[in-house]
């Protein structure tokens, strides 16, 4: 079990560009988390997918950004016209249901560490 | 939602000694308790969990102790080591728009001193 997969590690975009990242959950998972991580901070929920659905979405800013998990491949969290302000590091979570039906702990990805330049 | 704070922010022990973290969360309803690590440029990585029907849960040089009472849930470590300097998160979990979710406290960075 190769767990959840992220990529890029790295992700280097100027001003304006879009950011796409990509998270692979672990075999036999079909939720995933999104984390955003900003220099010296917490870990800052973004939004919650199960394939195909958009379960929760209330820590996502209303705009250019959006995410999805489509029913073949990894989940995507897009940035549009990404600003300095969106330099962080982004973790993706996965679990094989929704918590609190017998799964609790996450297990993260390595993140992908987007540099807006 | 649910409001969830750590402390200290910062925390400095010889090696040796041992560290307490402390975490308080506010939903009453929140049922599982865990503990993440997370060390410089990686991810973070769960050491130890409690749940709600638990008061202490120790696992060798770690150990967690939850006050439902009192809303609040702790990170004991003892014999601290340098490797143990890392940035710790508690991440309680409660019902929210009918699914569990977790909301992470601001963490708490430990430096063990050799």
């Known amino acids: 079990n190769a767990g959840v997969m992220q990529n890029p590690r790295h992700l280097v975009r100027r001003r304006g560009q879009e950011a796409r990242l990509r998270c692979s959950p672990m075999?036999?998972?079909?939720?995933v988390y999104w984390y955003r991580q900003l220099p010296e901070e917490g870990l800052k929920f973004m939004v919650y997918?199960?394939?195909?659905?958009?379960?929760?979405e209330s820590g996502m800013p209303k705009e250019r950004f959006s995410a999805e998990f489509p029913k073949e491949g990894p989940s995507i969290l897009r940035i549009q016209q990404v600003v300095r302000g969106d330099s962080a590091a982004y973790f993706c979570?996965?679990?094989?249901?929704?918590?609190?039906?017998?799964?609790?702990?996450?297990?993260f990805g390595s993140g992908t560490r987007l540099t807006v330049v | 939602g649910e409001n969830v704070e750590q402390h200290p922010s910062t925390l400095s022990v010889q090696e040796g000694d041992s560290a307490v973290i402390k975490c308080t969360y506010s939903?009453?309803?929140?049922?599982?308790f865990p503990w993440y690590k997370q060390e410089l440029g990686k991810r973070p990585q769960l050491i130890i969990d409690?749940?709600?029907?638990?008061g202490e849960k120790k696992d060798q040089r770690i150990a967690v102790t939850l006050n439902k009472t009192a809303k609040h849930f702790s990170l004991h470590i003892t014999e601290t080591q340098p490797e143990d300097s890392a940035v710790y998160f508690c991440?309680?979990?409660?019902?929210?728009?009918?699914?569990?979710?977790?909301?992470f406290g601001t963490g708490t960075k430990l430096q063990v001193i050799p």
């Open positions: 939903d009453s309803a929140s049922n599982y």
């Open positions: 997918l199960q394939k195909e659905n958009i379960i929760d």
């Open positions: 979570a996965s679990s094989p249901l929704s918590t609190g039906q017998g799964f609790d702990g996450y297990t």
């Open positions: 075999k036999g998972h079909s939720h």
């Open positions: 991440a309680p979990k409660s019902p929210s728009g009918g699914y569990q979710k977790v909301t």
């Open positions: 409690i749940r709600s029907n638990v």
